[in-house]
């Protein structure tokens, strides 16, 4: 009798593992390529995916819109009840949205828009989760003009910006542009993409640039280990009259922005961001209404408020 009822105890705790498992939701998470950013912006993914009770299948595209691409054709015929997709091209990745609505899976933008709306508003896609690529390029616009008060005089700028083709690239060169074109005195003496985001890439371009012998008042980076590259080629010039800024916070930066090497950059909470990208597609799947553009704060750091911030990468 004692075995039977045992028995009887385990047939109904696998019975109701096997219906918390079959209400838990399987989302797949699209992630353009591998830096720290999306390691540090997972933490949050993973909070909520536990707290909500998720099964989160990620995958890298390696900074590849084609492979991206056909992950997303993968996690459908997988049929998985979600995707969270982070676009490693804004434009290719349009394509992602026509295949997902075609299947009848719904699918979420975060921290990269898709298409050109800086809102990341898109046909198709239930919401976009992030920052606004357009407001942050606009930022990094601002604190230039904050440096540069007097139009009398012409300002060379340089741009480092990130990986070729994806939506913060785009949109973050569009925004500072709206703020250099008010100031005909703002001289952009040289855009250039960095493959990958890396600090490698941005060096070693900042190093070729200051060897060709061009003037620079100003290096605009669109992310902060851009910031420290553009810093350290400087220094070991030993130049010392160039300002630099970027976007972006992590603990590598502070003792830069402390001894004036880089004079600004930008605070938001990547963990936050992940977090509401997993808690927005949850929401959804759940059966409430979720707003089209779910924001995440960025606020400018400077040398004076710089101990308000707790680097999180």
Known sequence: MRKH???????????????????????????????????????????????FGLNLIYADAEWDAGKQLAQVENFIARNVDLILLCAADNLALRTAVTRCNEAGIPIIAFTNTIGTDPYGRYPGIVSYVGRS????????????????EDESETVDIVLIEGNPGTAPQRMREEGFM????????????????????????????????????????????QWWSGAIAAAMALKEKGIDDVYVIGLEFAKEIIPYIESGEVYATTYFSV????????????????GEEVPEYVLIEQTIVTKDNLKNFEPEM
């Open 5 to 51: 009822f045992i028995f009887a105890v385990g047939i109904l705790m696998l019975v109701l593992i096997g219906v918390v498992f079959a209400e838990g939701f399987d989302i797949a998470v699209l992630l353009p390529g591998t830096v720290e950013f999306f390691s540090v912006e997972r933490r949050g993914m993973d909070k909520a995916a536990e707290e």
């Open 133 to 148: 690529d357009l407001e942050a390029g606009i930022v990094l616009g601002k604190i230039a003009e904050s440096i540069f």
């Open 178 to 221: 709206q703020v250099a074109d008010k100031h005909p005195n703002w001289n952009i003496v040289d855009k250039r993409p960095i493959d990958g985001w890396t600090k490698e890439g941005a060096l070693a371009f900042m190093e070729a640039f200051l060897q060709s012998g061009r003037h620079v008042d100003l290096v605009a980076c």
């Open 271 to 286: 963990v936050e961001e992940g977090y509401k990208a997993v808690e927005t597609a949850y929401k959804y799947l759940s």
